[in-house]
Structure formats: structure tokens, C-alpha cells
């Protein structure tokens, strides 16, 4: 029971840190009607914004935090301008295939400049507490309350502010939005620069948590967000943190029962089922499309 | 008087097809202005090109003397332009408040930073375009659905809903694309008189597009008649009424008593 419940926080970490990925695909994917496969390339590169950050400055851990989200945001909103707009009204796969390259670019880069992975310094020194039979940590703590604090203004953010209003009013027709008034190509920037900025904070808990970075490591974990953006159905933003939490939930499970060989095999096969009976993914709704 | 709009030349193509072929005309402040045609006249591209959906691929548009030829739609809509469709396009899915806040927030200012951590001058400024909106739903008669899903109402009043949303905008000129498509005689007529309140209200200058050729003839001091994306006809009821042209290129057809 003890060890189920020691596992449960693992899982609540781990679907945490996808939550945060997840979201940047998501939100991406309302705007646009784009999968963003550059996503997970960002979430890499910003654990590496950190760790330069603190080879040159040992900064507290807040200080890193949003030093490195304000860099990735940048990020996010260049690769926006610069590959992604030119090609918005291009056909779907060009698209795709641009944003596939930019995630290569991105790797490519950064693995020309740092070949092998890095040890990532430690940005504060856990504390670990005993409480009844379980063990916490007070990382533990910092990462799911700093991805739950990030979830939760990000959803005030899209349900009351103008900006996120205009958000989800794109997401249902980016033709009538701007005769509005609405300036689109700047809410799209602004989605970009959130959504890669919650990439950004997954990237510095990332590397907290598991502390040795390397320039492939944002292909896996981007890709399991993306599965979990899906599982959620992708477009909601509810709907990729739930995707995220069940996906970190399996994923710590199934390797408590089974070898942890057989982990993604379980979680592509979830994912597989899940689309079968929910082509939409949980909280997935059919678009209806109309000219 | 100076017109409000003006329409210079204006010739749109599409690969092979010409929608419009060096169209012209004014609207005059305070007129209602109807366009009326066949099917595939070309009055919805007008619109389109008006409102900057399209680029023309000649010709000019004028609003306040100034060219706003190739801007863009945010900015038209700035500078006063607001339009509705003719397949209602409401945001279905966002609250009937939501869908006019829209509108009003293009005179907000969007400053992302100040909405982000809630500036209290950011917040003020939400709380004032809420009570605006609501003020103006009211006038509508759509106070008590405000927190309703816009796609949930009934189609009148997602009619009347799109015509509140363009004018949250608070425009000098609105075009409406059929605004009495899919209405009986009956509603039509209520149209009219809502029409009037809207122009009298609001002092706005309307262009229209419309199929009901009674509520075009009473309700407007001038029409434009296209056909085969060129104007064939310009004047006021009586003066179209009379062109022989218009009698053979559209009131004149056995079937079409629209």
C-alpha cells in the first residue's frame, strides 16, 4: 500500500511535467489546426537555456524558472515567425513537414554544440521528509506545485482574459476573428510564446528531477506529451492535462507489475484503445467544419 | 455629401473566373445602401473585398476618402467597417457576452502583459467593456441570454447576435450579407422596422446585400444592381425598378420572383 501510494506521487510528478508539454501542443494545435512537432525540441533546449544559465550565474531556483521561460517564449515566437506564418495558408503537410525540420534543426544545433549529454547542476538542495511510511520530497513539492500554479493561470488566463478569448474564438474560425478587430497574427504569437513557454518550465523541472541532459532527450518525452495531448483530446486544454496525468499514471504503473520493457508498449497501446472507442480523445469534441 | 465609401474600379479574380469585373459605386453617409443580382452576381466577393478577406486583383476602395485597398481586416474593422454573413458565422461555442466582448475588445487595447497579471487598470478596463456589452445586448433583446452558448440560441436571435457583435464594433458603415435569409414574410417585415431602429439608433450607414426584393425596395435609398460581377444598374426603388436592364437580368426571369 505504501509503495502503490510512493508510486502514485511518482506518477503525479512524471504527468505533471507532461501536463506542461502537453498544453504547449494543445494550445498550438486550437490556433492553428497544427501539430507543432518542434514542441519537444524546445522543451530540450530550454533545460539546456538552463543549464548555460547556471554554468555562468548560480541563480535561485525562481530566478532560473523565468529566466528560462522568458528565453523559450522568444524561442517559440521566432520559430512562429519565421517558418510557421510564411506557410499558414499552405498545404497541411507543409506545414508539418516544417515544423518536423525545425525540431531537427533544433536538435542538430544543440547536439553540434554539446555531442554528449551533461550533468545538469542542482538548482536547490532537496530536503526529504518521512511521512507516514512515505517519502516526499521537497522537489517533489516544487515541481507539481509549480506545473499546477502554471495550469491554473494559464486556464484563468484562456477563460477570462481578452487574449484567451480571442484564442478560443479562433479556434472556431479564424476567418471572422480579425473582422473583429482582432489582431490574429499577434494572438498567434502570444499562443506560441505561452505555449513554449510552459515547455520552457517543463524543461528546468525536468532536468531538476532527472538531472542529466542531453539534445535527444526532447524526442521522447515531446512525443509521449504529444500521445497525451491526444489522449485528452488535442485542441483542449483541460483535455491534455487529464491526457498527461493518465499517460504519467500508466507509464509509473505498469512499470511497478511489468519490466519497464514494456512500458511505452503499454502506453502506445493505451493510446491505440483510447482512439478506437474516443476518436477525439477524452474531453475531445467533433469540430464541425464549415466554410 | 462626401461618400462614406467608395468603390473605384474594383476587378477580382480567380484564376480563370472573374467574380468582378471593374465594379464601382458610392455609399453615402446615412443611406442604406442595397446590392441586389443573381445568384453568383458577385455581391458576397464585393463584401469580401471590402471587409480585406480578398485582395482585389484591380481597382481601388476608398472609406472616408482614404484607401483601404489591401489592409488588413483587423484594421478595416478599426477604422469603422463591420460586417455580418450570410451563413450566420457566430462563435458557437463562446458565451453570448463573449462573442460581443470580442468585437468591443478591438477598441480595448490588447496588452498581454496587463491582462496577464491583472493589472488593476487592465481589470477596470474588462469590467467596463462587460457592463458596455451588456448595455448593448440589452438594446438587442438578448439581456437575458448573456451567459448562454451563442450556438444554443434560436436562429432569430443568433441573427440579431451577429448583428450586436458588428456593432460592438461601433462602425460607420455595416454590411449586412442577407440579413432576411431564412425568415418568413412575417419576420421579414419585423426586420424592416428593426433595420430602422438599428439606423436610426446607431446612425449608421448601412450596405446590404438581400434577396427580398420588398424589403430591399422599402428599406433602401439606393441600390446597385451587379450581374456577372458588373453593375448594370444604380439608383433609387423606382429608378431600378424601371431599368430595363435589371427587368431582363433578374426581375424579368419567369422563375425568379425573389
Known sequence: MDYFAQQAINAIQLGSIYALIALGYSMVYGVLVMINFAHGDVFMVSSFFCFLLLLVLPVPFVVALLLVMLATALLGVCIERLAYRPLRNAPRVSAIITALGCGLVIQNTTLSISPYSQRMPELFTPVTWNFAGLTISSLQILIVGTSVGLMLALDFFIRKTRYGMAMRAIAQDRITVPLMGVPVNQVIAVTFAIGAALGGAAGVLYASAYPVISATMGVLVGWKAFVAAVIGGIGNVRGAVLGAYVLGAVEVFTVTVLPSTYRDLIVYTLLLVILIFKPYGLLGRPAVQKV | ?258
Not at chain 2, 498581454?112 to 497579471?117: C, D, F, K, Q, Y
Not at chain 2, 447576435?161 to 414574410?185: F, H
Open chain 2, 1 to 258: 455629401m462626401k461618400p462614406l465609401l467608395e468603390v473605384r474600379g474594383v476587378t477580382m479574380r480567380f484564376g480563370g473566373l472573374v467574380a468582378l469585373s471593374d465594379l464601382s459605386f458610392d455609399v453615402t453617409p446615412g443611406h442604406a445602401h442595397g446590392i441586389i443580382g443573381p445568384n453568383g452576381a458577385g455581391k458576397t466577393t464585393a463584401f469580401n473585398v471590402i471587409t480585406g478577406i480578398y485582395a482585389p486583383t484591380q481597382g481601388d476602395v476608398l472609406f472616408r476618402g482614404e484607401s483601404i485597398t489591401g489592409c488588413r481586416p483587423s484594421t478595416i474593422a478599426h477604422r469603422g467597417i463591420a460586417r455580418t454573413f450570410q451563413n450566420i458565422r457566430l462563435f458557437r461555442d463562446l458565451t453570448v457576452l463573449d462573442n460581443v466582448r470580442i468585437a468591443c475588445d478591438a477598441h480595448a487595447r490588447y496588452s498581454w502583459p496587463g491582462a496577464m497579471i491583472q493589472l488593476p487598470s487592465a481589470r477596470q478596463a474588462e469590467k467596463e467593456t462587460i457592463g458596455r456589452c451588456t448595455d448593448l445586448l440589452e438594446k438587442f433583446g438578448l439581456g437575458n441570454e448573456i451567459h448562454e452558448r451563442a450556438g444554443d440560441l434560436p436562429y432569430g436571435s443568433q441573427r440579431r447576435l451577429e448583428i450586436a457583435r458588428a456593432m460592438a464594433l461601433q462602425p460607420s458603415l455595416l454590411l449586412l450579407d442577407e440579413p432576411a435569409a431564412g425568415m418568413n414574410s412575417a419576420e421579414t417585415l419585423n426586420l424592416v422596422e428593426f433595420l430602422g431602429w438599428l439606423r436610426d439608433h446607431f446612425s449608421v450607414t448601412m450596405l446590404l446585400i438581400e434577396h427580398h426584393m420588398q424589403l430591399v425596395m422599402t428599406f433602401c435609398d439606393r441600390i446597385t444592381v451587379l450581374d456577372f460581377g458588373k453593375t448594370i444598374a444604380e439608383g433609387t426603388a423606382d429608378e431600378v425598378r424601371k431599368n430595363p436592364e435589371v427587368i431582363e437580368a433578374y426581375l424579368g426571369q419567369e422563375d425568379g420572383h425573389e
